[in-house]
């Protein structure tokens, strides 16, 4: 069976509320880009271009379309429901519920961004938040600028080492041990060692 008739077919099978509203996403999807393609996959209806973009599916209360790439699309409407701790990677998905329309500018503004992504060959990977600035403890700082060598090993450190040494110091519960700590780090940093060197293979 056609990828075109396995979706027909599935469509017709749903209550009518929900039919309705995977009709009008259809012709929404195509009326973007008519060089869209349809397949079943995962026993529900995918579009395609340049590999694989978007899901719809029916379930009890609502229909739900998949972004598959969604991470690295721009939802300036907030269409998408905040992701789930599990979500795959970088899906994204917009619910609709019964009695509720489609937002149908913003859809197919999230629609054609998918097409442009997909043309660019952008991976998830590309959609990773940027890195949170290290705070480094003032009293750290100041005692690794004394050293000369320490501060110089410091200042090559990669983001992950610095990261490791700030989150040891600022753990402490108390001042005593944090300055214990501080006096601990300083002679391993001179020593151009990371915190946990010894557990690295």
Known sequence: MLPQEQINL????????QRKLL??????????DDTITEHWRWNSPHFDHDGIM?????????????????????DTHKLFDKPEKDEDKGIRK????EGEAIDE???????????????SGAKLGDAKPPRKA??????????????????EHWERFNYTYKKEYVEWITDAKQDETRKRRIAQALEMIREGVG???????
Request: net charge positive.
């Open 10 to 17: 599935y469509i017709a099978e749903l209550p009518e509320w």
């Open 23 to 32: 009709v009008r996403l259809r012709q929404l999807v195509h009326s973007t």
């Open 54 to 74: 978007i899901g719809l599916h029916g379930f009890k209360t609502f229909v739900s379309v998949w972004f598959h790439k969604g991470a690295l699309l721009k």
């Open 94 to 97: 917009y619910k609709i519920s």
């Open 105 to 119: 500018k913003a859809f197919v503004d999230l629609v054609k961004q998918a097409v442009k992504v997909n043309q």
């Open 134 to 151: 290290l705070v480094v403890p003032a009293d750290l700082e100041n005692c690794l600028k004394k050293d000369e060598e320490a501060w």
């Open 195 to 201: 915190k946990e060197d010894k557990h690295r293979v």
